[in-house]
């Protein structure tokens, strides 16, 4: 499984919503659900060289964590 190494961030299940009908502020009578399906949301990971403990190795890293400054860049 895909995951981030520092804060371990992985996919998590949703849904996806068919519809049909025009929606109420096109002037349409409203858009209704006509099925839903289980789906995955992913992270947005990364590849990374980064310095971990002395030794610098290519890790997945979300993008959270890299904005956060909480991995050193190689």
Do not use: D, E, H
Not at 13 to 21: E, F
Not at 39 to 54: D, E, I, S, T, Y
Request: proline share 3%.
């Amino acid at each position: 499984m895909r995951t981030c190494i520092i804060c371990g961030k992985g996919s998590i299940p949703g849904n996806k919503y068919k519809r049909r009908g025009a929606i109420k502020r096109t002037g349409g009578a409203g858009s209704k659900i006509t099925g839903k399906t289980l789906r995955r949301f992913f992270p947005n990971l990364q590849r990374v060289k980064a310095n971990l403990r002395g030794t610098i190795k290519t890790v997945l890293v979300c993008t959270g964590c890299i904005k956060a400054g909480k991995i050193t860049k190689a």
